[in-house]
């Protein structure tokens, strides 16, 4: 969505598609780098800990990092998973900002019931209230607003 490049990242009905750090470089200035996801993929325990253990090492060593966007589903409840993974963004310093995807799927009230329950859900101690971004690859609602977010963070 963010490229206006079809197919451009693999994408799979099934979690878990995204195996390696996968780079792009966009408009030959800055890159964005897709993830394996933390906890979804249908693998070994083992193999999700080697996930895990990547993208933990990439994100607390990444000098360059401007930003990281944290997909959560606008679909499900708080996840405890996606609360862990905020908690530890928050510990270890990571800017980050939390992107709700699927909003197509849902009315606008339930997305909008399904941010805040998130928001309450957030650890206490993160300082304050992340950017916060309701998308949509299918609509193509939160482009705007994410690359803005990216455009900040390269200033």
């Known amino acids: 969505m963010l490229s206006n490049k079809k197919d451009l990242a693999k994408v799979s009905a099934k979690p878990g598609k995204t195996l390696l ?4 470089v ?4 800055w890159s964005l780098v897709d993830l394996p996801g933390y906890g979804y993929a249908k ?10 253990e990547s993208v933990a090492d990439y994100l607390a060593t990444r000098g360059n990092l401007r930003r990281v966007f944290a997909l959560i ?3 499900l409840p708080p996840q405890r998973i ?3 993974f905020i908690h530890w963004l928050g510990e270890s310093g990571v800017p980050f900002a ?3 995807t699927k909003a197509d799927k849902q009315s606008p009230t339930k997305t909008r019931s399904s941010v805040d329950a998130f928001l309450n859900a ?3 101690h993160l300082k304050g209230i992340p950017p ?3 998308s949509s690859s299918k609509n193509r609602s939160g482009r705007v607003e994410i690359l803005k977010l990216i455009e900040q963070g390269l200033a």
């Open 82 to 84: 996606d609360l862990e």
């Open 26 to 29: 966009m408009n030959e200035t």
């Open 132 to 134: 916060v971004v309701v």
């Open 122 to 124: 957030m650890p206490e």
């Open 21 to 24: 750090l996968n780079f792009f």
């Open 43 to 52: 693998v070994a325990r083992s193999e999700k800990n080697r996930f895990n």
């Open 73 to 75: 589903d606008s679909r």
């Open 98 to 100: 939390l992107v709700f």
